[in-house]
């Protein structure tokens, strides 16, 4: 499974990428207006940064406009991913980019027949957001099971990227369902190395090494 860092924020970047674990970065435009930098600023030191798999997202809502900022986000590096929204717009845009070779990240998937109509259009990954789903009473680990389901059917290449996840039981139902990828905020991250036994033991390892004779 594939770990991407869900942000914009350039210290968090540097943070994760030192513990040698993390694969790519996710960011969207509330990312972005989290750091209250300007974009372009903000997209240059992440390209500089990461060199796995890096999501931008079109801000455009139009198939034209998508297009004209999809090229101009793939042509900033080769590890660019276009993110772009599951619309009708979105998913013409998705099906243009994977006729020229641009990768794409369909965000704001909630439901299998929209990821069914993202992976026909040739998307890189399909982005359902669980948390959200789950914020709305509707289980959305169900829907990661149902696209994979799908997917595995139709031998589609499409990598489904669990987004929206909110805490480490969320990572470890979409490592279980296998999705291949799992998008998350730093904290969640941090939150799986964590285990108390981990800190007592250790601690006790620690004391009783002190009683070693030199
Ligand atoms: O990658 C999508 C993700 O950022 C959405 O997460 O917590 O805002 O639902 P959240």
Not at 15 to 24: E, F, K, P, Q, T
Not at 58 to 75: E, H, K, P, S
Not at 146 to 165: C, G, H, M, P, R
């Amino acid at each position: 499974m594939k770990f991407f860092l869900d942000t914009a924020d350039i210290d968090e970047i540097r943070r994760a990428s030192a513990w040698g674990i993390l694969d790519g970065v996710t960011t969207n435009p509330s990312l972005v207006a989290k750091t209250g930098r300007r974009f372009d600023d903000v997209k240059a030191e992440i390209l500089d940064l990461v060199k796995g798999p890096v999501s931008l997202e079109v801000t455009a809502t139009d198939y034209d406009g998508m297009m004209t900022q999809a090229r101009a986000l793939a042509a900033e590096g080769e590890q660019v991913v276009v993110k772009i929204p599951l619309t009708q717009a979105g998913i013409q845009a998705t099906a243009t980019c994977t006729k020229e070779g641009i990768k794409t990240n369909v965000t704001l998937c909630f439901s299998a027949n929209q990821a069914l109509v993202a992976a026909k259009a040739g998307a890189t990954y399909i982005s359902p957001f669980v948390g959200r789903l789950d914020d709305i009473g509707n289980p959305g680990m169900e829907v990661v099971a149902d696209i994979l389901e799908v997917y595995k059917n139709f031998n589609f290449e499409t990598q489904v990227l669990a987004a929206s996840l909110r805490h480490p039981a969320h990572v470890l139902d979409a490592a279980r369902l296998g999705a291949h990828v799992a998008t998350m905020p730093i904290k969640v991250i941090e939150q799986l190395f964590k285990h108390p036994m981990t800190d007592i033991g250790l601690a006790r390892f620690m004391a009783d090494w002190q009683k070693v004779p030199e």
